[in-house]
């Protein structure tokens, strides 16, 4: 079972938005979100896009 990354630009820009947004969210002091049901929003959004960039070689 192989799995290939294709670099898709759209996945690509979605990553790094939401990535960043998660990073601004999190206050390394207390090691907690500002907004938590907001982060988890987020992460979702951070691990789907990736799962769309990962996808199973037709081979």
């Not at 990354?5 to 996945?11: A, E, R």
């Not at 090691?31 to 070689?57: D, H």
């Amino acid at each position: 079972m192989k799995y290939k990354i294709t670099p898709n630009f759209f996945s690509a820009i979605v990553i790094l938005i939401v990535g960043s947004a998660l990073y601004k969210q999190f206050d390394y002091e207390t090691y907690t979100f500002e907004k938590p049901a907001l982060a988890v929003v987020y992460g979702i959004a951070l691990i789907l896009s990736i799962a769309f960039m990962i996808k199973k070689s037709k081979k």
